[in-house]
């Protein structure tokens, strides 16, 4: 790809790039059962956007213990890539044009998700999105998860970007509020969260990224 715009793009990848919400929650209950644990009530939506170096010990309150904290959230990404297996994964609508459309234009694109590594890259395969994106920046690259900028800042230094020259694109509240701790424009896209309630912690909203193209991106960056 010919990089020539001075401006980058940022994407969450877990209900953004792909909804993979309902198997994220199948690979939660699995684990309950067979680490014989209790999920509380709400526990999904409360670590959404979360490390599950966060989750285990802060929302499900599991153990505290690092190696256990460490072998329970390998385990939980395991069972996730399992139930994929057999169900497969699509783009949502609108990725694939929009991705053509930045590439179109010069724009590099690259992931910055609390998702591990591993589950990216074998969704990347399932939905063929390989080619679209200039790196990754995932949950082993960085110390400090959302709400934290970090995530976002490595991921626009790995296009060499400034984060005023980046739009992130979030489904998240908590990754809407890193995009704004880094300086980033940011686009919250309605689906684990209402479009009324992503309004005003984000710079646009939309339900699908059916509603944006590249010259609106640009733009907003812009502004």
């Given at each position: 790809?010919?990089?020539t715009?001075?401006?980058?793009?940022?994407?969450?990848?877990?209900?953004?790039?792909?909804?993979s919400s309902?198997?994220?929650e199948?690979?939660?209950?699995?684990?309950?059962?067979e680490?014989k644990?209790l999920l509380?009530?709400?526990h999904?939506?409360a670590?959404?956007?979360?490390?599950?170096?966060?989750?285990?010990?802060?929302?499900?309150?599991w153990?505290?213990?690092?190696?256990?904290?460490?072998?329970?959230g390998r385990?939980k990404?395991?069972?996730?890539?399992?139930?994929?297996?057999?169900?497969?994964?699509q783009?949502l609508?609108?990725?694939?044009d929009?991705?053509?459309?930045?590439?179109?234009?010069?724009?590099?694109?690259?992931?910055?998700?609390?998702?591990?590594?591993?589950?990216?890259?074998?969704?990347?395969?399932?939905?063929k999105?390989?080619g679209?994106?200039e790196?990754?920046?995932?949950?082993?690259?960085v110390?400090?998860?959302?709400?934290?900028?970090?995530?976002?800042l490595?991921?626009?230094?790995?296009?060499n970007?400034?984060?005023a020259?980046?739009?992130?694109?979030?489904?998240a509240f908590?990754?809407l509020?890193?995009a704004?701790?880094?300086?980033f424009?940011?686009?919250?896209?309605?689906?684990?969260n209402?479009?009324?309630t992503?309004?005003?912690?984000?710079d646009?909203?939309?339900e699908?990224?059916?509603?944006v193209n590249?010259?609106?991106?640009?733009?907003?960056?812009?502004?």
């Amino acid at each position: 790809m010919s990089i020539t715009s001075e401006f980058g793009a940022i994407f969450d990848w877990d209900g953004v790039i792909v909804d993979s919400s309902a198997s994220h929650e199948k690979s939660w209950d699995l684990l309950a059962a067979e680490e014989k644990r209790l999920l509380p009530p709400g526990h999904f939506k409360a670590g959404f956007g979360r490390k599950n170096q966060f989750i285990i010990p802060n929302i499900l309150n599991w153990t505290h213990d690092p190696s256990e904290i460490e072998r329970i959230g390998r385990r939980k990404e395991e069972l996730y890539r399992e139930i994929l297996k057999t169900s497969g994964i699509q783009a949502l609508p609108g990725v694939r044009d929009l991705l053509e459309g930045l590439r179109a234009v010069g724009v590099p694109c690259v992931v910055g998700s609390s998702t591990p590594r591993l589950n990216i890259e074998h969704v990347m395969t399932l939905a063929k999105l390989h080619g679209f994106f200039e790196g990754i920046v995932s949950a082993e690259d960085v110390s400090h998860g959302k709400p934290h900028p970090e995530v976002f800042l490595k991921a626009a230094a790995k296009i060499n970007r400034a984060p005023a020259k980046c739009v992130v694109f979030e489904d998240a509240f908590v990754g809407l509020e890193a995009a704004r701790a880094g300086g980033f424009k940011s686009i919250g896209v309605g689906t684990t969260n209402s479009v009324e309630t992503l309004r005003g912690k984000c710079d646009k909203a939309v339900e699908r990224l059916t509603e944006v193209n590249a010259a609106e991106v640009m733009a907003l960056v812009q502004e």
